[in-house]
């Protein structure tokens, strides 16, 4: 475990989702149908009813089939587990809502279980099909493996044996809880339908919690407790300082920020803010020059 020895828990993002079919019934008939349908039954052994139940079965693990419908991200603070659930009968607010919380944790490694192979690929392609330009985090086209800014504890278990264990078989191992005491991965699509949302979310709040407390064992350390809130947020400044993205989100944030200061304190951040750009060795920040002055324009204006 050397490599996980290595990280800071501080800057560790931690992350589940859960995903359902894009309907609760497959009609016969519909682009969705025949979709379906071409990739389960090119050999035509199964009859349209079983094409149906097979949908309601294995769909969720698609994203050309289903969506998002919650996301946890959990980070360690204060001793203790802080969660934020994002869900939402409209993805694309999940969606949004996660690249927003990436971003304001830039300088964070995102952390999951089997993450690599299927939480980040299905994020970021749902982000695609919703018209949604995905965070560079979750953008791994062109990278190497050992190039990715992710931690996926399911292969750091697994290391170079032949078997893969499921979350519930390491955290059994440890003597954790089992995250799967109410519903499992299997339950989630029909519950969606059903309209257990929230039951759901709280479900990934245990697997979440269970990731991380699965880290902890892992580097030799004890479990945590989950808190009451959510956990902080890293503030704008200190972001761009550690060399976060500045885009559209950002600006309006900082904007924001600036609008509510007076006179006085918004001369002195604007000192702040210029001396990020200063073009000192090891200068990490994204802001520009530039950006600057059109910021001083918006207030002006």
């Known amino acids: 475990m050397r490599s996980l020895l290595k990280l800071k828990e501080e800057n560790l993002l931690f992350f589940d989702i859960e995903t359902a079919p894009l309907v609760e019934e497959l009609e016969p008939d519909t682009p969705l149908y025949d979709s379906w349908e071409y990739k389960v ?19 969720g693990l698609y994203p050309e089939f289903a969506k998002v419908v919650s996301i946890v991200v959990g980070k360690i603070q204060d001793g203790g587990i802080a969660l934020i659930t994002l869900d939402n009968e409209d993805e694309s607010k999940i969606l949004k809502e996660f690249n927003k919380t990436v971003n304001r944790n830039s300088n964070c490694s995102l952390v999951g279980f089997v993450n690599k192979g299927f939480d980040s690929p299905f994020i970021f392609k749902r982000m695609l099909i919703n018209g949604i ?13 050992w190039e990715l800014d992710e931690v996926d504890l399911a292969e750091e278990w697994k290391g170079t044996s032949f078997n893969r264990a499921s979350l519930i078989n390491i955290a059994t191992v440890f003597g954790l809880p089992s995250p799967k005491d109410d519903i499992n991965g299997a339950d989630v699509g029909r519950v969606y339908w059903e309209g257990g949302l929230k039951r759901i979310s709280k479900y990934c709040r245990k697997d979440v919690a269970t990731t991380i407390n699965i880290f902890r064992c892992m580097v030799g350390r004890e479990p945590l407790e989950v808190s009451s809130g959510d956990f902080e947020e890293v503030p704008l400044v200190k972001r761009l300082f550690g060399g976060g993205k500045f885009g559209k989100d950002e600006k309006q944030e900082l904007l924001e920020i600036l609008k509510g200061l007076s006179v006085a304190e918004r001369k002195e951040a604007f000192v702040i803010l210029e001396s990020m750009v200063s073009t000192a060795k090891g200068k990490k920040t994204k802001i520009t020059k530039k950006a600057i002055k059109e910021l001083k324009k918006h207030i002006d204006d």
Do not use: F, M, R
């Open 41 to 59: 039954n090119k050999g035509g052994e199964h009859t349209q009813k079983e094409v149906i139940e097979t949908y309601k079965e294995q769909a």
């Open 133 to 145: 330009t995905p965070v560079d985090k979750l953008d791994n086209s062109g990278l190497k493996p």
